[in-house]
């Protein structure tokens, strides 16, 4: 693991020399052309110069003083008056990267007296949070406790307070980050949570609390890196549903699995597993996410794009710190990189249960076919507060089954609309059951006694409706039987079928694209009577980009004229798709 290890501090050494001359006098960041900045942004620049502080002991990079430029950054976040948690988590922990304590901490002697009466003050305000900001108000109680600024350690309280949300709101004690409404927004940023909180108690000054919370921690992390083999297509793309994934699925991926091999989380036997799958997820970001040339991290150009809230700036901050993290976390594991994978089926399928009761069920399927390098992540949870295609209940596999960012779609899924009622059979389930069928098929079946509409919120009284996908030899099929309570007229239906192509720069030459035959979508059954509409060319239109490459022709299945629907009447549609699968450098 050396290799990497200097790997990683090379890349960080390139991303902060390029990055760092961003940072003003005032501890402000400039944002990159065409970009806001972000008022948390000094506090992801400040961890990042001290997790580099921490993997190097250096104290200058090329002609920047990091401690001066640590110090500025941390005075920016702690009198900005619109800054969050986020923020000040980033900036405190940033902080204790020099010293776990004020006597011995290089950038704590340059704060001025205002600055420290002030971060006393910040790091004392915390808001209870229900969603993943939990996690940051875990770092300022750690920060606030090894600064002096209290006798009395909450850290673990906090913890404590974390865990029981999990537990309140998850059967199965996974993170759900938006608790409101239909809830059961389980996506990547129960990862972060994870990482972030554990990346707070190796910094707290009382070494015995991490001792005492670590095993309660893991009992809930665990579940999260048992996943990620089955996530990992065989070019390395790792998290690839849900918001904020791209970059940054990789990124949170990488860090469970090296801070998990730190810990002893992962038995001998899966040792192998694990490497492989690390090796795997680290080519493909580095390949897909970093211009080698100007060794800058690229999350949105011409081709690609990310969430509105990542800018270039913080995504460079952050790839820079996990990337100084790594390569102290491989010292640590040491041995080597260059194990042959351990074996397993090549086929797989299972519905991870994320939340079962007797209102909703949350999970995601995983379908993986090394034959033939697929790996789908079919997700089956709540939309969150910004609808998008990301959350969508279809099978996520970027350059075969494509959607844009930032843009709501019905890929894959029947959308009708009743009046002012659009529903769609996605976000929830019922009775969710999975097996295998015929020809050794996997699927994954689940009722919608009430059918819900895009939004998430419920469209009680119109009707129900049953899904079924299956997976096999190359072969996808999604079925939707709706049933309606009351004779209703329904005004429309649409489906969408998007088309992609991986980056044309930035990606492995076996990352997977369409081939020439495209998707080879066929209506095997349609109650509906829709008709294809013509291809929508959207190459050059920004509003219409994945997160790894561009979006490139969106076409859809259509009724346009209203159908009046009875009860006891099934009303069906079934597509089959055998999708013609090739590399990128074919």
């Not at 081709?303 to 820079?320: I, L």
């Not at 097996?435 to 919608?448: A, E, H, N, T, V």
Request: charged share 25%.
């Amino acid at each position: 693991m050396h290799n990497f290890s200097d790997q990683c501090l090379d890349l960080a050494r390139s991303l902060l020399g390029n990055n760092l001359q961003h940072i003003n006098e005032d501890g402000t960041v400039t944002p990159a052309a065409g970009e806001e900045p972000r008022v948390d942004e000094p506090g992801h620049a400040a961890l990042a110069i001290g997790e580099f502080f921490r993997a190097t002991g250096e104290v200058e990079l090329g002609e920047f003083d990091l401690h001066d430029l640590a110090a500025r950054c941390v005075t920016q976040q702690a009198f900005n008056e619109d800054a969050n948690e986020n923020g000040m988590a980033y900036a405190s922990l940033g902080l204790l990267s020099f010293g776990a304590s004020k006597e011995r901490n290089a950038v704590w002697e340059r704060l001025l007296d205002p600055t420290r009466e002030q971060l006393d003050q910040c790091l004392l305000d915390r808001s209870d949070h229900e969603n993943h900001y939990q996690a940051f108000n875990v770092a300022k109680s750690v920060a606030r406790f090894s600064f002096g600024l209290t006798k009395k350690d909450d850290t673990g309280k906090v913890i404590d307070r974390f865990v029981e949300r999990i537990e309140g709101s998850s059967s199965s004690g996974f993170f759900d980050d938006n608790t409101k409404g239909t809830g059961g927004v389980y996506d990547v940023y129960g990862l972060l949570s994870f990482i972030f909180i554990r990346q707070a108690l190796q910094l707290h000054a009382n070494v015995h609390l991490k001792d005492r919370k670590l095993p309660k921690l893991r009992t809930f992390a665990e579940k999260y890196l048992k996943m990620i083999p089955d996530m990992v297509r065989q070019d390395g793309l790792g998290w690839n549903y849900g918001r904020s994934v791209g970059a940054y699925g990789q990124i949170h991926s990488i860090s469970m699995i090296l801070q998990s091999m730190r810990d002893q989380w992962i038995s001998s036997e899966k040792m192998p597993l694990y490497l492989d799958t690390l090796r795997r997820l680290f080519q493909y970001f580095f390949v897909t996410y970093l211009d080698q040339e100007k060794g800058d991290l690229v999350i949105r150009d011409s081709e690609r794009n990310t969430v509105p809230n990542h800018t270039t700036r913080m995504a460079n901050f952050d790839a820079a710190r996990n990337l100084c993290q790594w390569s102290r976390l491989a010292k640590v594991i040491g041995g080597s990189l260059a194990v042959p994978p351990s074996n397993r089926s090549k086929t797989a399928g299972r519905f991870v249960i994320f939340d079962k009761s007797h209102k909703k069920e949350h999970g995601a399927f995983l379908f993986r076919d090394e034959n033939n390098g697929l790996q789908y992540q079919l997700p089956l949870i709540g939309p969150g507060e910004n609808v998008t295609s990301d959350n969508l209940a279809f099978p996520h596999c970027s350059g075969i089954f494509d959607w844009p960012v930032n843009k709501y779609l019905p890929v894959m899924m029947p959308e009708l609309t009743f009046g002012d009622s659009v529903i769609i059979p996605s976000y929830y389930g019922k009775n969710c059951v999975t097996g295998i069928g015929l020809k050794k098929s996997f699927y994954l079946r689940f009722d919608q006694p009430d059918l819900i509409k895009t939004d998430g919120t419920f469209a009680y009284g119109i009707g129900s409706c049953q899904v079924q996908w299956s997976f096999s030899e190359g072969r996808v099929q999604s079925e939707f039987s709706f049933k309606v309570k009351n004779q209703v007229t329904m005004d429309k239906m649409r489906l969408a079928l998007v088309i992609g192509s991986p980056h044309s720069t930035y990606r492995l030459g076996t990352t997977l694209r369409q081939g020439a035959e495209g998707l080879r979508a066929n209506v095997e059954v349609d109650d509906f009577h829709a008709t294809w509409g013509s291809f929508e060319t959207l190459t050059d239109d920004p509003d219409y980009r994945g997160y790894a490459g561009n979006i490139h022709y969106v076409q859809y299945l259509v009724r346009d004229h209203p159908l009046v629907m009875r009860p006891g009447q099934q009303y069906k549609l079934v597509l089959s798709y055998q999708p013609d699968i090739a590399f990128a450098d074919e």
